[in-house]
C-alpha cells in the first residue's frame, strides 16, 4: 500500500540541494509526483508531493530530518492519499501596481470573503524600466465556488484595484 506525502523544503541555494532531497526519496523506494520550487533571496525553497510504500514512510521521515545537519529544513505532512473533488470555476488574477505593505493581504482577504480558494500564487516586486519605482506584480490561479456572483467579486477587485492604482486582469481559464 502507498501512502502519499506532502512535504516543503528549504535551505540555503547551492547546488545539490535537490538532489539531496530526492535521493533520501528514493532511497526509501518514493515515487517523486509533483514539486514547485524556487530561489528566493539566498534561499531555495519548494513544495513537492511524494509517493511512498507505507511501510518505508516512518524511515523516509527519519532520514529526511537528518537533511537538517546538512542545512536542509524538510517538513512532510501524509495527505491521507485521498484527492478531493474540486468545484468551482477556475480563473487567473493579475495586478500590477506599485508596491506598498499590505497587498496580498488586502486581495486575499477580498476573495477569502466570497470563498475564493487561492490555488496559486506567484508574486514579485522590481523596479519599473522607466521610473526605478518597485512595482508589486502578481499572478492568482483562484478557484471561484459554483454559484458565485463573479460580477461582485469582479468589482471588488476593481475597487481594490482603483485605491492601488493599480492594473488588474480577472480571466475565466
Known amino acids: 500500500m502507498q501512502n502519499t506525502l506532502v512535504m516543503t523544503m528549504i535551505g540555503q541555494d547551492r547546488p545539490g540541494l535537490v538532489e539531496q532531497v530526492a535521493d533520501v526519496v528514493a532511497e526509501h523506494g518514493g515515487n517523486w ?70 497587498i496580498v493581504r488586502q486581495i486575499t482577504s477580498a476573495l477569502a470573503d466570497y470563498g475564493v480558494n487561492v490555488e496559486g500564487l506567484e508574486t514579485e516586486c522590481a523596479s519599473a524600466a522607466m521610473s526605478g519605482e518597485t512595482m508589486f506584480t502578481a499572478r492568482a490561479g483562484i478557484r471561484i465556488p459554483p454559484g458565485s456572483d463573479i460580477a461582485a467579486i469582479r468589482q471588488t477587485l476593481e475597487k481594490i484595484a482603483s485605491d492601488l492604482i493599480a492594473d488588474m486582469k480577472l480571466e475565466g481559464a
Not at 539566498?42 to 545537519?69: N, Q, S, W, Y
Request: zero cysteines; proline letters at 3%.
Open 33 to 102: 509526483l509533483e514539486s514547485s520550487m524556487s530561489r528566493l533571496g539566498g534561499h531555495f525553497a519548494g513544495i513537492l508531493r511524494v509517493e511512498i510504500p507505507k511501510e518505508r514512510e516512518t524511515a523516509l521521515l527519519k532520514d529526511l530530518g537528518l537533511l537538517a545537519a546538512k542545512g536542509i529544513t524538510v517538513v512532510a505532512h501524509s495527505d491521507g492519499s485521498r484527492q478531493e473533488a474540486v468545484d468551482g470555476q477556475h480563473y487567473v488574477l493579475e495586478i500590477v501596481a506599485q508596491d506598498r505593505p499590505g
